[in-house]
T-cell receptor
Framework: AQSVTQLGSHVSVSEGALVLLRCNYSSSVSVYLFWYVQYPNQGLQLLLKYLSGSTLVKGINGFEAEFKKSETSFHLTKPSAHMSDAAEYFCAVSEGGSQGNLIFGKGTKLSVKP | DAMVIQNPRYQVTQFGKPVTLSCSQTLNHNVMYWYQQKSSQAPKLLFHYYDKDFNNEADTPDNFQSRRPNTSFCFLDIRSPGLGDAAMYLC??????????????FGPGTRLTVL
C-alpha cells in the first residue's frame, strides 16, 4: 500500500534562507507526485506536480522539487524564504493507473522568522 | 476564473442535527471529491463521484452521504453529526479521462463546528 512520509512536522527558517521540506513515499508502481500548500482556514493550493518527463519540477512562488526514484523522494525546495511562505505544506502521491486518489503526508508547518 | 466554491465557509450545527455542505465548480470536471481534515492532520478522502458513479472509501462512516445532482454540484450530508465530526471539509475536482489522470483542484473548505 502507498504511504507518504514527511520528515518534520514543523520547520522554521529565517527570511532569505533556504527552504527544504522532505517527502518520501513508498510504492511498488509508478507514481504521480504533488505538493500542496495550505494557508490557515483555506483549502489546498497546488504548488507543483510530477507526472512524467523531467524529474526537476518548477512550481509557483519560486518552489521546485526533484523526483528521485532511486531514493523514493520528492523534496520541496526554495532558495530564499519569504514571510508569505509561512503555511502548511502537504506532499501527496497517486499511483499510476489507479483511480487517481491522493494519499497525503501528515504535513509540514513552515515558519519563517524575520 | 474557473474555480471550486464551497458554501458556507463556516457551519455550526448541534449534536445529532443533520447538516448539508455544498460544493460547486465551474471547471466542468467529471470527478468531485470530499475530504475530511481534522486539526493538524492530513486530508482524508471520504468518497468521490466519477461522473454519476459514487465511490465510497471503505472506512467512511455510514453517517456520511453524498449527492451529485449534476456535473457542477456535489453535496455532503452528515445525518447525525457527532462531536468527532467537527473538522474542515474540503471539496476537490479533477478531469479524469480514460487511462489518464489530472490534478485535483481544491475549494476553500467548510469548517464544521458541532455543539
Amino acid at each position: 500500500a502507498q504511504s507518504v512520509t514527511q520528515l518534520g512536522s514543523h520547520v522554521s527558517v529565517s527570511e532569505g534562507a533556504l527552504v527544504l521540506l522532505r517527502c518520501n513515499y513508498s510504492s511498488s508502481v509508478s507514481v504521480y507526485l504533488f505538493w500542496y500548500v495550505q494557508y490557515p482556514n483555506q483549502g489546498l493550493q497546488l504548488l507543483l506536480k510530477y507526472l512524467s518527463g523531467s524529474t526537476l519540477v518548477k512550481g509557483i512562488n519560486g518552489f521546485e522539487a526533484e523526483f528521485k526514484k532511486s531514493e523514493t523522494s520528492f523534496h520541496l525546495t526554495k532558495p530564499s524564504a519569504h514571510m508569505s511562505d509561512a503555511a502548511e505544506y502537504f506532499c501527496a502521491v497517486s499511483e499510476g493507473g489507479s483511480q487517481g486518489n491522493l494519499i497525503f503526508g501528515k504535513g509540514t508547518k513552515l515558519s519563517v522568522k524575520p | 476564473d474557473a474555480m471550486v466554491i464551497q458554501n458556507p465557509r463556516y457551519q455550526v450545527t448541534q449534536f445529532g442535527k443533520p447538516v448539508t455542505l455544498s460544493c460547486s465548480q465551474t471547471l466542468n470536471h467529471n470527478v468531485m471529491y470530499w475530504y475530511q481534515q481534522k486539526s493538524s492532520q492530513a486530508p482524508k478522502l471520504l468518497f468521490h463521484y466519477y461522473d454519476k458513479d459514487f465511490n465510497n472509501e471503505a472506512d467512511t462512516p455510514d453517517n456520511f452521504q453524498s449527492r451529485r445532482p449534476n456535473t457542477s454540484f456535489c453535496f455532503l450530508d452528515i445525518r447525525s453529526p457527532g462531536l468527532g465530526d467537527a473538522a474542515m471539509y474540503l471539496c476537490a475536482t479533477s478531469a479524469r479521462l480514460a487511462g489518464s489522470l489530472d490534478t485535483q483542484y481544491f475549494g476553500p473548505g467548510t469548517r464544521l463546528t458541532v455543539l
